[in-house]
Protein backbone atom coordinates (compact mmCIF):
# COMPACT_ATOMS: atom_id res chain seq x y z
CA UNK A 1 0.00 0.00 0.00
CA UNK A 2 0.99 3.73 -0.69
CA UNK A 3 0.57 6.34 1.68
CA UNK A 4 0.74 9.72 0.66
CA UNK A 5 0.36 12.80 2.65
CA UNK A 6 -0.32 16.52 1.29
CA UNK A 7 1.10 19.86 3.27
CA UNK A 8 1.28 23.37 2.55
CA UNK A 9 -2.33 24.27 2.53
CA UNK A 10 -3.82 27.45 4.56
CA UNK A 11 -5.32 30.74 4.28
CA UNK A 12 -3.72 33.67 1.62
CA UNK A 13 -5.18 36.45 0.43
CA UNK A 14 -5.50 36.94 -3.67
CA UNK A 15 -2.37 37.51 -5.38
CA UNK A 16 -0.41 35.22 -2.98
CA UNK A 17 1.65 32.19 -3.29
CA UNK A 18 1.60 29.16 -1.49
CA UNK A 19 3.64 25.91 -2.27
CA UNK A 20 1.90 22.62 -1.78
CA UNK A 21 4.06 19.24 -1.15
CA UNK A 22 3.15 15.49 -1.40
CA UNK A 23 4.92 12.94 0.41
CA UNK A 24 4.83 9.49 -0.68
CA UNK A 25 5.63 6.10 1.21
CA UNK A 26 4.98 2.76 1.64
CA UNK A 27 6.64 -0.67 0.62
CA UNK A 28 4.81 -1.79 -2.14
CA UNK A 29 5.88 -0.43 -5.93
CA UNK A 30 6.66 2.77 -6.20
CA UNK A 31 4.08 5.35 -7.70
CA UNK A 32 4.59 6.19 -11.43
CA UNK A 33 3.39 9.30 -12.29
CA UNK A 34 1.33 11.39 -9.83
CA UNK A 35 -1.19 14.55 -10.12
CA UNK A 36 -3.13 17.19 -7.99
CA UNK A 37 -7.27 17.55 -7.79
CA UNK A 38 -9.04 19.92 -6.11
CA UNK A 39 -12.61 20.26 -4.82
CA UNK A 40 -14.35 23.40 -3.74
CA UNK A 41 -17.21 23.27 -2.06
CA UNK A 42 -20.67 22.05 -3.71
CA UNK A 43 -18.44 20.90 -6.78
CA UNK A 44 -16.90 17.72 -8.17
CA UNK A 45 -13.23 17.30 -7.97
CA UNK A 46 -11.18 18.22 -10.77
CA UNK A 47 -8.18 17.95 -12.24
CA UNK A 48 -5.51 20.27 -11.81
CA UNK A 49 -1.85 19.50 -12.84
CA UNK A 50 -0.09 15.89 -13.57
CA UNK A 51 3.43 14.54 -14.25
CA UNK A 52 4.32 11.40 -15.60
CA UNK A 53 7.51 9.25 -14.47
CA UNK A 54 9.57 10.89 -17.23
CA UNK A 55 8.75 14.45 -15.87
CA UNK A 56 6.67 15.94 -18.35
CA UNK A 57 3.32 17.93 -17.13
CA UNK A 58 0.05 18.33 -17.97
CA UNK A 59 -2.14 21.63 -16.95
CA UNK A 60 -5.90 22.22 -16.40
CA UNK A 61 -6.37 25.41 -18.36
CA UNK A 62 -7.85 27.01 -15.67
CA UNK A 63 -4.36 26.82 -14.03
CA UNK A 64 -1.97 26.94 -16.93
CA UNK A 65 0.99 30.13 -16.22
CA UNK A 66 -0.11 30.05 -12.77
CA UNK A 67 0.58 26.88 -11.08
CA UNK A 68 3.48 24.80 -11.39
CA UNK A 69 3.94 21.00 -10.89
CA UNK A 70 7.55 19.25 -10.07
CA UNK A 71 9.06 16.38 -7.97
CA UNK A 72 11.98 15.67 -6.24
CA UNK A 73 14.59 13.16 -8.37
CA UNK A 74 14.02 10.27 -5.94
CA UNK A 75 10.13 10.96 -7.93
CA UNK A 76 8.71 10.14 -3.87
CA UNK A 77 7.60 13.80 -3.01
CA UNK A 78 5.57 16.25 -5.37
CA UNK A 79 4.98 19.91 -4.97
CA UNK A 80 1.93 22.38 -6.60
CA UNK A 81 3.47 25.63 -6.21
CA UNK A 82 0.72 28.38 -6.95
CA UNK A 83 1.25 32.02 -7.65
CA UNK A 84 -1.75 34.58 -8.27
CA UNK A 85 -3.68 33.04 -6.50
CA UNK A 86 -7.70 33.30 -6.88
CA UNK A 87 -10.79 33.14 -4.90
CA UNK A 88 -11.50 30.63 -7.23
CA UNK A 89 -8.80 28.69 -6.41
CA UNK A 90 -10.68 27.96 -2.60
CA UNK A 91 -11.04 24.24 -2.29
CA UNK A 92 -9.33 21.15 -0.85
CA UNK A 93 -6.37 19.53 -3.11
CA UNK A 94 -5.77 16.03 -3.00
CA UNK A 95 -2.53 14.39 -4.49
CA UNK A 96 -3.00 11.30 -6.38
CA UNK A 97 -0.92 8.62 -7.48
CA UNK A 98 -0.31 5.83 -10.61
CA UNK A 99 1.50 3.32 -11.75
CA UNK A 100 0.95 4.26 -15.51
CA UNK A 101 4.44 5.74 -16.58
CA UNK A 102 2.37 8.74 -18.64
CA UNK A 103 0.43 11.61 -16.92
CA UNK A 104 -3.44 11.11 -15.98
CA UNK A 105 -5.54 13.60 -16.58
CA UNK A 106 -8.75 11.63 -15.12
CA UNK A 107 -9.51 10.41 -11.74
CA UNK A 108 -9.85 6.86 -12.66
CA UNK A 109 -6.19 6.87 -13.86
CA UNK A 110 -4.95 6.77 -10.23
CA UNK A 111 -4.77 4.20 -7.42
CA UNK A 112 -3.63 6.29 -4.45
CA UNK A 113 -5.30 8.89 -2.70
CA UNK A 114 -4.59 11.21 0.23
CA UNK A 115 -6.23 12.96 2.68
CA UNK A 116 -6.48 16.45 0.92
CA UNK A 117 -5.05 20.23 2.45
CA UNK A 118 -7.48 23.51 2.62
CA UNK A 119 -6.53 25.97 0.62
CA UNK A 120 -8.67 29.41 0.88
CA UNK A 121 -7.90 32.37 -0.77
CA UNK A 122 -9.62 35.65 0.15
CA UNK A 123 -10.72 38.43 -1.99
Known amino acids: QVQLVESGGGLVQAGDSLRLSCAAS????????MGWFRQAPGKEREFVAA???????YYADSVKGRLTISRDNDKTTMYLQMNSLKPEDTAVYYC?????????????????WGQGTQVTVSS
Open 51 to 57: ISWSGIT
Open 96 to 112: AASRLLGYQSTMSGYDY
Open 26 to 33: GRTLRPIS
